[in-house]
């Protein structure tokens, strides 16, 4: 029987009306209910705004190093607290359970890197910009010297609207910098699979948080548009889709807000023929099956230049098949199911597409040997795909591998800078004039040699070019601090 699911505003739990709507989020591998989440009116998010609004009073004059005392004590309780939040991760996302982990630990990371916002947020000095005489000339020094200095501020309330692939880590490379730098900030993740995310957000109680810090609301669209055009909001942090992302960005914009969105993606991944083959065939296998290919930095695409394609395919193909399909929380499973039915049916509707568009179906993920019950497809492979086929333009966010063959370096490089996108590109070689080359023509905002998912830890800014990114300062690293702060600049004489 499905539970009503609350919102976290103020430090406290708050229901939705009797009777409001709500949208059944169940676990993807068995179908088993998991709860009721409200999909509130605006007024969940007036009330989250106006919370936030009122701890910013506060929050923002606590000196840096005590905010940064509450992540310390947050990160323990975290890490004391991990399994149980993979668990429910793999039960409402239906990652397995070791995705699961290493993804909150991705989310420490960001953890530990905004405990350093004392260091981060420290501005500069510049003394004796200049001398003024002509009010008040001392003796001695034949004028009187003017300094100058930039410190870095909080903007205020701050907003994060999140997607359902990462849970946890998503909503983490936005709100512990944010509050960190002295904002107050209010999240709604998605209605997907809130029940993680929420865990997340109610733990910082523990860590000493003063209420209204940190507020969850739960919600679709309208709760999102409601704050990202709230007139209290000063920055608004987006991950998702690029349609979802180019609206936000263009309506927080629009009514003066502060705007990221890092968005969809179709990333492709060159082989050369002198690459290891190895280590190519398990890092396309990972970058295209990890995360039953629900990734931002899934590798969905391969261009293999001359013959490399014939031993990438063989090998990729029978690494692919020797996955266990399963639901995550079982023993030697290395794929669970996809998030939902619609995004099941959504992935085979690209798989018919690619079998018309004429690409050879080399590895059909209808057939694979897994559970009947539940939203599984298994890895699908695609050969002699162009770039203009859908399965090589569309983000289909599943397991589905297209390949691509073409002939040169400068052929694959064209391939990649063809896509719309340009969140990340990898090459496998053991060229350095390769790697060099495709470093410096790729068109993406982040690459990789010899790795599969080239994903940029906490203290480097994570985003794509392209349709990838709509904004200015990336996510994580000193842009994420950036994003979070604004400049004030002092000129100062005393007479
Ligand atoms: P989504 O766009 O459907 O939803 C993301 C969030 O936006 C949810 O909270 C949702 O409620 C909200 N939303 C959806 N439509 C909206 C609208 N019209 N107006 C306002 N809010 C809206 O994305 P998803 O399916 O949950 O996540 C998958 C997508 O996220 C993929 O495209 C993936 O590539 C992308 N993603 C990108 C990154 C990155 O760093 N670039 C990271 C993770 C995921």
Redesign the pocket.
Known sequence: MSQPVSHFIAGASVQDAAGSKSFEVSNPATGAPLGLVPMSSTEIADQAVAAAAKAFETWSEVPVGDRVQCLFRYKQILEDNINDIADIVVDEHGKTKAEAIGSLRRGIDCIEFATAAPALIMGRTLPQIAVSTSFCRTEDQGGVGIDSQVDRVPIGVCVG??????PVM?PMWMWPMAIACGNTFVL?????DPFSTMREVELTRDAGFPPGVLNLVH???DV??RL?THPDVAAVS????????E??YKTGCAHGKRVQC????KNHSIIMPDANQGAAVDGIVGSAFGNTG???LAGSVVVCVGDSGDWLVKGVTEKAKAIKIGPGNQEGVGMGPLVSKDAQDRVLKYIDAGAKEGAKLVLDGRAADMPAKGCFVGPTIFDNCTSDMSIVRE?I?GPVLSIMRVKTLEDAVDAVNKSEYG?MSVIFTDSGHAARRFQRTAQAGMLGVNVGVPAPMAAFP???WGR??FGDLH?NGEDGMRFFTKSRVMVTRWL
């Open positions: 609207i999140t997607p359902f692939n990462f998503v709604k993740p998605s209605e997907r919600g679709g669209p999102a548009n990202i987006f991950v998702g889709s690029t349609g979802a992302g609206h936000i890092m968005c969809g993606a629900q990734r931002c983000e966010f969140n994570f985003a794509g990838s990114f996510a």
